[in-house]
C-alpha cells in the first residue's frame, strides 16, 4: 500500500502533517487507515459519498463506536476534504 500525505494549515497557521493509506475504495466510499497525525495515530475514518446524498459524509471508529465528524473547523475535517478532493482527481 501506497503511504500518502496531506498539509493542513489550521486557523491559527499551524502546518500539520498527516500521512495515511487508502483501502476499501470502490465508487461510493473508502477508507483512510493508518493515519499518523504528526506522530499520533488517530482512528480510521470511513468517507462516503453516495450519488444521492448531497454532501459526502465522515465517519471515524473509535473504540468501535462510529462517530461523525462534523466540525468544519477542524483539522481533521480539513485532512478529510483534502483527501476526498485528492480522491476524486484519480
Known amino acids: 500500500m501506497e503511504k500518502k500525505s496531506q498539509t493542513v494549515y489550521t486557523d491559527s497557521g499551524e ?3 498527516f500521512q495515511y493509506e487508502i483501502v476499501e475504495k470502490d465508487s461510493d466510499s473508502f477508507v483512510i487507515t493508518n493515519i499518523d497525525k504528526e506522530g499520533e495515530h ?3 475514518i470511513r468517507v462516503e459519498r453516495p450519488a444521492e446524498a448531497e454532501h459526502p459524509t465522515f465517519t471515524s471508529t473509535d473504540e468501535e463506536r462510529p462517530m461523525s465528524i462534523v466540525d468544519e473547523e477542524s483539522p481533521t475535517m480539513k ?3 483534502l483527501v476526498l478532493a485528492d ?3 484519480d
Open 79 to 81: 485532512f478529510c476534504r
Open 87 to 89: 480522491e476524486l482527481e
Open 42 to 44: 488517530i482512528p480510521d
Open 15 to 17: 502546518e500539520i502533517l
